[in-house]
């Protein structure tokens, strides 16, 4: 990498994430100053800025770093999520991406409380509101219609669509242990499903945005695919109580299930970008490739919001 480049990475990269460019290793060291930011911080979308980075230079070593912290901010549940992330994020073992020693051991620290410690998650218990406004709540409710351009997507294979699936985890075995104190992320932005359907062996999510094209809708999408692989593909070996099939379920939480109440399958989970704009300096093709696995697959879906909705 040479110095203009490295110039223009670091006009493109928050002012809040710092950057050392070692040219005779030809290396950069990227500290994220605020790890404990809500997930919709662009301070801390460290997946996209790590791919952007290793786009521009595919050769060049990424080396991740944080800042020392006070004991709140170590504490933060937006903190533990950025570790959680971050541990899956690791776990591609690319091979041109490495973390301090002291990050590497805070990440492991918390994933092995993460794998040990039971957790329980919290079904709906109610259907969505109808439209609100304007905006992403209309869009919203278009995407679920049964006319929805999705169904006819692969990843949908006319499977019915549904809406604010929620994403809470906490940590104990029972109802009773659904707490704030005991929640395991945050909640508000961030924790839920916008849109998800459940085809054959497969579970595909869809994170809805409108107008806001961010770095951030990557570690949304990614935080996201990973907490759904953990509940409804990997809960015995994540030690989450996956609850059973209530009298009466919300928000399409039945299709989860045989007729005989069983569980169904899920063999791979397709995870979707759905945007009108994508932020102008992240290739997010790139990223879906970079991020994909045979087991979860990113996929890019931008669409129109022209009446009726399609896709461009």
Known sequence: MDSVLFEAIRKTIPKRIDLIFSEGEDRISILFREPYQPIGNENAAFEAWVLYIHNKSPRTKIVMAIPELNIHQYECLHFKRFLYRLANFSAMKYSWFFLSKELEDRVAEFMAEYRSHPKVIRLPHSETAGARGKGERILQNRFIAPDSILQALPECDRAPLHAEFPVDLYWGTKRAHMLPENRVFPGGSGSRLDLWCK?????????????????????KLFFLAYWCRDVFMDNQGSAIIFPRLPTKAYRGFEDFFNPDKSRKPIEVLNANFLADQFHPKLEIDFICEMLSTPQIRFNMLKYSCDMPLKFT
Do not use: G, R, W
């Open 199 to 219: 085809p054959e062996n497969a579970l595909s999510i869809f994170h809805l945005t409108y107008q806001e094209p961010t770095a951030s809708m990557v570690s």
